[in-house]
């Protein structure tokens, strides 16, 4: 209680502007006290209504990205999906007209080809992870 009244009698006997000014109802008229504001229902109504308004916008949103996704991009992918299938079945026709041609047919391996500077950990060690028996070749030594 001492402290208080310490405080209360600094304060007192202080100026008023060696205390620092905060955002009150001193300095700023528009700002008031918790205990001071009324119900405003005009201003309850008006939030009512906006929040109304923007729950509305959202559904309409919704549905329009919703129809978007349905009647443009599905077509779209559906169109690409055909285009790529029969693109892919062209080239395997092609690959099958053409099949690979035997080791010994194969153009000389340079050697800067295949450079290997240590094994690999899996499998023989001189096979890349990816490697695939059907279109990668390598002449064994």
Same mark, same amino acid.
Do not use: C
């Given at each position: 209680?001492?402290?208080?009244?310490? $405080?209360?009698?600094?304060?007192?006997?202080? =100026?008023?502007?060696?205390?620092?000014?905060?955002?009150?109802?001193?300095?700023? =008229?528009? $700002?008031?006290?918790?205990?001071?504001?009324?119900?405003? =229902?005009?201003?309850?109504?008006?939030?009512?209504?906006?929040?109304?308004?923007?729950?509305? @916008?959202?559904?309409?949103?919704?549905?329009?990205?919703?129809?978007?996704?349905?009647? $443009? $991009?599905?077509?779209?992918?559906?169109?690409?999906?055909?285009?790529?299938?029969?693109?892919?079945?062209? @080239?395997?026709? @092609?690959?099958?007209?053409?099949?690979?041609?035997?080791?010994?047919?194969?153009?000389?391996?340079?050697?800067?080809?295949?450079?290997?500077?240590?094994?690999?950990?899996?499998?023989?060690?001189?096979?890349?992870?990816?490697?695939?028996?059907?279109?990668? @070749?390598?002449?064994?030594?």
């Amino acid at each position: 209680m001492l402290s208080r009244a310490v $405080v209360r009698s600094t304060r007192a006997a202080a =100026p008023k502007t060696a205390f620092r000014r905060f955002a009150s109802t001193e300095s700023n =008229p528009k $700002v008031r006290s918790a205990f001071t504001y009324a119900a405003d =229902p005009a201003a309850g109504q008006a939030y009512i209504k906006l929040e109304e308004e923007t729950i509305a @916008h959202s559904k309409e949103t919704a549905e329009l990205w919703k129809k978007i996704s349905i009647f $443009v $991009v599905a077509p779209i992918l559906a169109v690409t999906a055909a285009w790529i299938y029969k693109k892919e079945s062209e @080239h395997l026709a @092609h690959r099958a007209a053409h099949p690979r041609k035997p080791d010994d047919e194969l153009p000389a391996e340079y050697d800067y080809q295949n450079v290997r500077n240590s094994k690999f950990f899996w499998g023989d060690g001189d096979k890349t992870l990816f490697w695939n028996d059907k279109y990668n @070749h390598k002449k064994s030594d």
